[in-house]
Structure formats: structure tokens, C-alpha cells
């Protein structure tokens, strides 16, 4: 059975930090380009972050590039996200997701992925 679980999120004021964690299992996790996507309250989903198989190539959001950083542990089937300098306007559900290749588009569908997580709630306070 194929899981994506994440973890981490939670209340912030603005300019502080989180860590989400997404825990993979039921699939071969380092095979995968893995994703972080978010949809905030009455708006559609927007890639935040990709990472590559091995971990060596990365992609951001242009509004999350030097704030966020993405990382992936292999051995332990294990995705982050590392979130400083937290804005209200990164407030969203966050969801890991797994696909085959990397595109760097705003999804219409979760159905664009092969697998999705059930969200973690980030919320940023001004």
C-alpha cells in the first residue's frame, strides 16, 4: 500500500520557521522526482519545490527561492522542507507528491501525480 504521510506543519508568525517531513512507503521512493505542492484557502494548487532522484537537482517557486529548501533522505524513504522567513502568504494546505518527471507548471489535478499525501496545514500570522 502505497503512503505519503506528512508531518510538521502548524502556527507560525511571519519570518518564522518550519519543517515539513513527508514519510514514503509502498513505493521505490529514490526512484521518483518528488514534489511539494500547496493550495491555500479558495485557490488552485501551485508547485512550491521538486527534488530529483538523487537529491542533487532542485527547482523552486520564484516567491519561495531562497527562503525554502527542499532535501530528500533515501535511505530513509524520507522528503523535507525546510521553511525560514515564513510569510502569511505561504499559509496553505502542503502536500508531498510523487511523479515520474519534473514539471515545473502549476498542476490542474493531483491526477498529474503518480502518488499525493494527505496535506499538512501551515498557517503564517502577521
Known amino acids: 500500500q502505497v503512503q505519503l504521510v506528512e508531518s510538521g506543519g502548524g502556527s507560525v508568525q511571519a519570518n518564522g520557521s518550519l519543517r515539513l517531513s513527508c514519510a514514503a512507503s509502498?513505493?521505490?521512493?529514490?526512484?521518483?522526482?518528488m514534489y511539494w505542492v500547496r493550495q491555500a484557502p479558495g485557490k488552485g494548487l501551485e508547485w512550491v519545490s521538486i527534488?530529483?532522484?538523487?537529491?542533487?537537482?532542485?527547482y523552486y517557486r520564484d516567491s519561495v527561492k531562497g527562503r525554502f529548501t527542499i532535501s530528500r533522505d533515501n535511505a530513509n524513504n524520507t522528503l523535507y522542507l525546510q521553511m525560514n522567513s515564513l510569510k502569511p502568504e505561504d499559509t496553505a494546505m502542503y502536500y508531498c507528491?510523487?511523479?515520474?518527471?519534473?514539471?515545473?507548471?502549476?498542476?490542474?489535478?493531483?491526477?498529474?501525480?503518480?502518488?499525493w499525501g494527505q496535506g499538512t496545514q501551515v498557517t503564517v500570522s502577521s
Open positions: 527534488i530529483n532522484y538523487g537529491g542533487w537537482k532542485t
Open positions: 507528491a510523487a511523479a515520474t518527471v519534473a514539471r515545473l507548471a502549476d498542476p490542474g489535478d493531483t491526477d498529474e501525480y503518480k502518488y
Open positions: 509502498g513505493f521505490l521512493f529514490s526512484s521518483y522526482w
